[in-house]
């Protein structure tokens, strides 16, 4: 099926910005290009449902991997959100003060206060605006279940020990009428510029979760793929035959991966993966699959893209939940071992860190008899 298909189509004139230096640069095997732009048609500017998947923590030793996503349905598939949204949202950490930045998670987020702050008030800002019903997450237990409550994960964060340490309020770095006032200003914006916010999520995975998976896969790239596949299947049955909206999707790239296709074939059996490109820096394909008398036509078109927070809004947005959400798991964890002994130094999990933290806990984690396997990655 996709050998055929994994020729490289001819080379595209490219629209200068960040969503077409992703998608029209060549057309996939088949499609025809227009007199008017040189282009396929279905690859000319037009309303598009934009997705962006990114993950956080995946070399750490302690704590959770977390994954996030992003849709944003904009009325023109060329439209830069950075732009449109100039007036409330920056990637520019200096302009923290007054909007709302968003950018590569380890951009925004810096272990202080400031730092802290800052990835805090755009996910709590953004999420308020995509679940439902206008309302400020009261904890992080409460942000963490909106946050997956779509993606059906029955291995989640609800069976760890330090799960009621999420139980905190929020936002833990500043004001709630001031947070309620930036929300505010951010839904007129994303009004005038006419871009729905249709998804937010994150996927949090425990240590007990990731070793189970590491055990049946026995290769960590493998485990972390299938979480992200998880994403893009529901991206794909949520918004994928809308043609009205076509679905691009953008993956951050981790590791010198750059083939996809039969990784693809396997996660959507019934559909045709077309092949567009596949370099070092970016891949990108085509996932199709035909009406039938059950449910209507889906398409997708998939990139994956080294540090594609950089060019895509919706990949930098997934960046800072993925974070955010590790970040309230390690406060948790590290919350919940100081009531056990305040002398006890946190961890950010991180490999050498998590090593020093390890020797350190050694009596409390003997006294609270916590197996290795549900704390400690065995990859």
Known sequence: MSAGARRPGRARRRADDATAALFGAEAPEGAEATEESGEPADLRAGSALVAGIDEAGLGPLLGPLTLGACALRVPARTLDPWRALAGVVSPRIEDDDEQLVVADSKVVFTRNARGARRLERTVLAFATLAGGPRAVATSGRALLRQLEADLGAPDGIEDEFWVSELDAALPRHGARDELEATVDRL?????????????????????????????????????????????????????????????????????????????????????????????????????????????????????????????????????????????????????????????????????????????????????????RAALVRSR
């Open 187 to 371: 839904a007129r914006a994303l009004a005038e510029a006419r871009i729905e916010l249709a998804w937010l999520a994150a996927r949090t995975v425990p240590v007990r979760a990731l070793n189970a998976s590491f055990a049946a896969t026995d290769n960590k790239s493998r485990s972390h793929w299938l979480e992200t596949r998880r994403l893009l299947e529901h991206l794909w049955l949520r918004f994928g035959a809308d043609p009205e909206a076509p679905l691009e999707v953008v993956v951050d790239r981790q590791g010198g991966r750059m083939h996809y296709a039969a990784a693809l074939e396997e996660a959507f059996p019934r559909a045709r993966v077309v092949t567009v490109r596949e370099t070092t820096p970016l891949s990108q394909y085509v996932v199709e699959e035909a009406a039938t008398s059950r449910h209507s036509a889906r398409r997708m078109r998939l990139a994956f893209r080294e540090k594609a927070e950089r060019a895509s809004f919706a990949v930098a947005l997934a960046s800072c939940c993925a974070k955010h959400a590790r970040e309230l798991s390690m406060d948790a964890f590290n919350a919940w071992f100081a009531r056990l002994d305040p002398t006890l130094t946190p961890t950010a999990g991180y490999v050498e860190d998590g090593r020093r933290w390890l020797v350190d806990a050694e009596a409390v984690l003997a006294r609270a008899g916590i197996e």
